[in-house]
């Protein structure tokens, strides 16, 4: 008999879902649990229906490539078992009944810090007790690596693609580090390098981690969400996760395969202003477009908030976000939403100081100003900048630049260019006539004619802007 105590704190958990939620909840446990309900079926209490790890890696198998990574269906196993149920010994063995089963979904789906982290400590360590820094970045990378794996596997990666993004396996070492780099001891410290993974951090160091980095949250619920196929298809409270990864447009069927991995995609698009994260568009590429300034500025100006990218001769991955449409002018532009960031071989966002407001910069065919594209600092000594002499740049910082607070992004101080891109971010500008907006002249036939008679047809007709070079994909 189920002690009071227990269906009370189960009935309030269950409470948290909506009806749909608590069905399709149920119907989870119920095929995990398959295997073990009918043998006993004359003695129901005997049969209690529980999930075994088998259960959950069986489930995966059954297809041929598994949603979810074997590490993670182990660690999310652990999860489950380390619930304590009231009035039960732990007794129960290898199995989770189906009271552990609810309070770990409704833990990790709908709780708040404080409930996820008991959970998350066992997903981490079996063991519980202080755990070293090595496992909390193993536990880091093991989930980084399977949201990437299971958004491919469910075809969620809105036209992202592990074939046209770069190797995403050093992206998801870099992205655990960085999140790793928040990691704060009592007294406030940071440890770092190899000093941290020998650390002991413990229960409460962890919960505070959890607390202020909210990807980690996010990651585990799409993770359960899409890798158990639970709850995916119904809305959120949160929009954290509809805008994980933007759509992306513009690369479709062109053979070109982005500076970009998926975990950067994901970690730079989470500090874009939220109403830019749902969409990027590719409007520069140097592989695409050629190797010249003149060709990048026709395909970046007036096109609205945009990411840059550039690869340097040393494989260094770095760029900026420019919260305002490029204009070809001898003065800085932007506002304090703009940001310089790194992406190999670390992985970093820098934000405004507040110092200056230099935020963005380009210029080209001026005799007296520097000709280029800049980010952060000042002339001759930008945080980012991009020569009209196209592939060389420079990124200085000594110590570091004085808008964005950004350390030399480049491996060497002055660089060579080996490759770029520029992707639009958020809606095109109303001016870019794009919106799927016609022209004047195709909507009106009347206004033709009367522009025919006065012989301004030719210009009009040059200045209607073609549309984007991947509107029709879905």
């Not at 009231?86 to 609810?102: D, M, T, W």
């Not at 100003?369 to 991009?386: A, K, R, S, T, V």
């Not at 522009?451 to 509107?471: F, H, I, T, W």
């Given at each position: ?89 732990s007794g129960l063995g290898e199995q989770i009944a189906k009271e552990q089963f609810v309070i770990f979904m409704s833990n990790i789906l709908k709780g708040n810090a404080d409930e996820k982290i008991s959970i998350i400590m066992r997903m981490i360590a079996k063991t519980g007790g202080p755990l070293k820094g090595k496992q909390i970045q193993e536990f880091t990378e093991d989930l980084i690596t399977s949201v990437v794996h299971v958004l491919s596997y469910r075809k969620e990666l809105k036209g992202w693609s592990l074939e046209n993004t770069r190797d995403s396996s050093s992206g998801v070492k870099a992205l655990a580090s960085e999140l790793l780099s928040e990691l704060k001891l009592p007294d406030g410290t940071k440890p770092v390098g190899s000093q941290l993974l020998e650390t002991n951090f413990d229960q409460s160091v962890i ?268």
């Amino acid at each position: 008999e189920m002690g009071n105590a227990e269906s009370n704190a189960y009935q309030n958990h269950l409470s948290r879902f909506l009806p749909e939620e608590q069905s399709d909840i149920d119907g989870l446990f119920d095929t995990l649990s398959g295997s073990s309900g009918s043998a006993g079926a004359k003695n129901a209490k005997a049969a209690k229906k529980t999930v075994t790890l088998a259960a959950l890696q069986a489930r995966h198998s059954a297809h041929t490539r598994e949603p979810l990574p074997e590490p993670m269906t182990a660690r999310l196993y652990n999860g489950m078992k380390s619930i304590d149920l009231p009035g039960k010994s732990s007794g129960l063995g290898e199995q989770i009944a189906k009271e552990q089963f609810v309070i770990f979904m409704s833990n990790i789906l709908k709780g708040n810090a404080d409930e996820k982290i008991s959970i998350i400590m066992r997903m981490i360590a079996k063991t519980g007790g202080p755990l070293k820094g090595k496992q909390i970045q193993e536990f880091t990378e093991d989930l980084i690596t399977s949201v990437v794996h299971v958004l491919s596997y469910r075809k969620e990666l809105k036209g992202w693609s592990l074939e046209n993004t770069r190797d995403s396996s050093s992206g998801v070492k870099a992205l655990a580090s960085e999140l790793l780099s928040e990691l704060k001891l009592p007294d406030g410290t940071k440890p770092v390098g190899s000093q941290l993974l020998e650390t002991n951090f413990d229960q409460s160091v962890i919960e505070d981690w959890v607390y202020r980095v909210p990807q980690i949250s996010v990651f585990l619920s799409v993770v359960i969400r899409q890798g158990l196929h639970v709850l995916h298809s119904l809305p959120d409270q949160t929009n954290d996760i509809l805008n994980l990864v933007p759509l992306c447009k513009g690369i479709k069927g062109r053979g070109v395969v982005s500076l970009f991995d998926i975990p950067a995609i994901i970690y730079i698009n989470s500090h874009l202003p939220a109403e830019m994260q749902h969409k990027w568009q590719l409007l520069f590429s140097s592989r695409l477009h050629g190797e010249s300034f003149s060709q990048l500025c026709a395909h970046i100006v007036n096109k609205g908030p945009c990411i840059v990218i550039i690869r340097d001769l040393d494989g260094f991955l770095f760029g900026g976000f420019a919260s305002h449409s490029w204009e070809v002018k001898p003065q800085f532009q932007g506002d304090n939403r703009c940001f310089l960031f790194s992406v190999f071989p670390t992985l970093a966002v820098y934000t405004y100081t507040g110092y200056n407001d230099h935020y963005m910069y380009l210029n080209h065919g001026q005799q007296t100003m520097p000709n280029g594209l800049g980010m952060g600092g000042q002339h001759g000594y930008f945080g980012l900048w991009i020569d009209s002499d196209y592939g060389k740049g420079h990124s200085k910082a000594k110590p570091r630049c004085t808008t964005y607070n950004s350390p030399q992004l480049s491996a060497k101080e002055d660089f060579t260019l080996d490759a770029m891109e520029v992707w639009a971010v958020g809606d095109a500008p109303e001016s870019a006539g794009r919106k799927g907006k016609k022209s004047i002249l195709d909507v009106d036939p009347q206004a033709q004619a009367l522009l025919e008679m006065a012989g301004k047809s030719r210009q009009s007709e040059g200045l209607r802007e073609p549309m984007g070079e991947d509107e029709e994909d879905d």
